[in-house]
């Protein structure tokens, strides 16, 4: 069971840092990604963390803007979000999946609810 959270209504230029609790104590066996999905949009890649945290993947919209670590010893991930824009504005969701990462979302198992993160130009 995933539980994101951290978003909120921020001003372009900003950041914010979500993060991504796991009740199983396996999850560093476990690849964590995030996607995010705009109003009336299909639910798109932004990156992810292989589960030894070596691995890393950002979508080209991110890069440069956006990091992820993970804490194992927490059970959480962390998405760092930067120099945020309007064009970020989506529900963002954490997912995460046995072994290698992947940026299709349908190769993940397990989802948090999401949590909304709007930015104001």
């Known amino acids: 069971q995933l539980e994101d959270s951290g978003g909120g209504l921020v001003q372009a230029g900003a950041s914010l840092r979500l993060s991504c609790a796991a009740s199983?104590?396996?999850?560093?066996?476990?690849?964590i990604g995030w996607f995010r999905q705009a109003t009336g949009k299909e639910r798109e890649f932004v990156v992810f963390?292989?589960?030894?945290?070596?691995?890393?993947n950002f979508a080209d919209s991110v890069k440069d803007r956006f990091t992820i670590s993970r804490d194992n010893d927490k059970n959480t991930a962390y998405l760092q979000m930067n120099r945020l824009t309007p064009k970020d504005t989506a529900i963002y969701y954490c997912?995460?999946?046995?072994?290698?990462?992947?940026?299709?979302?349908?190769?993940?198992?397990?989802w948090g609810q999401g949590t909304q993160v709007t930015v104001s130009s």
């Open positions: 997912a995460a999946k046995y072994d290698q990462p992947s940026r299709d979302p349908g190769e993940y198992n397990y």
């Open positions: 199983e104590r396996t999850f560093s066996s476990y690849s």
């Open positions: 963390i292989g589960w030894r945290a070596i691995n890393t």
